[in-house]
């Protein structure tokens, strides 16, 4: 309830901020874009991590305000940098997703900041395909009629159905990082090359993601991911500093 209180303050006030971190096209080594992860710094408690804060938020409903700001401000850091080409992913939880407003959210974002929608990706999960709503799969669709690009993420946790791929052509799946940390076993490798394997056939982009070692990259590199992210590229970081890792990027 305090913490609550504390949300709604900082949603107010300052307190609430996008990191970044670098999407890598393995291939190149080129920086494709960036994904914001929203941080909340408490006044006594320091940062408190979004695992905890936004299901907070989603209980009380604060997540579409939370949302919405977050995008704002990641559509325009994005529209700062200098490469036109990098893109910008924005995670969208299951509940901010089913509530009203979003495509409104997304579409004056878009407008205020002038960031071209080829150029902001949104991160779903399996969470939102379960219930295989219609009113889902029409925001999906208006969204991608806009030119947003759509991420199927924590790809393989979950209810992980291929069927899903079916239901909507996603632009990019982000495989969960518990498949690269695991991938010594082989039925986790096993998965990995059949979802690389989909994705090449149906054209859809795929990126390993909790990539914290060399020896990860160039595996994820060799079973075909086209892109990674992770502690071995790049922690995220503050918007400063990816406004600059865009810079040398260009
Ligand atoms: O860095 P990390 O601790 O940032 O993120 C933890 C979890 O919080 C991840 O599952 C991530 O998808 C989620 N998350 C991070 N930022 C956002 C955000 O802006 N909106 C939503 N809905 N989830 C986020
Ligand atoms: O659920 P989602 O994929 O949106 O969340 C991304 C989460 O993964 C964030 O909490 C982010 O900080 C974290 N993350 C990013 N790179 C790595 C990594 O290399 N290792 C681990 N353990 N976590 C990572
Ligand atoms: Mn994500
Ligand atoms: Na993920």
Known sequence: RRLE???????????????????????????RGFEALVRWRHPERGLVPPGVFIPLAEETGLIAAIGARILLDACRDAAAWPD???IVAVNVSAVQFRQDGLLRSVTSALAETGLPARRLELEITETLLVEDSAAVLATLRALRDLGVRIALDDFGIGYSSLSYLRKF?????????????????????AIVRSVVGLGLQLGIAICAEGVETREQLALMEREGCTEAQGYFLSPPVPAAEAAAFAQGAR
Do not use: M
């Open 5 to 31: 209180l504390d949300l709604r303050a900082a949603l107010g006030g300052g307190g609430l901020e996008a990191h970044y971190q670098p999407v890598v096209r393995i291939a190149t080594g080129a920086i």
């Open 84 to 86: 036109p080409d990098l």
């Open 169 to 189: 052509p996603f632009d990019k799946i982000k495989i969960d990082r518990s498949f690269v940390e695991d991938f010594a076993n082989p039925s986790t490798a």
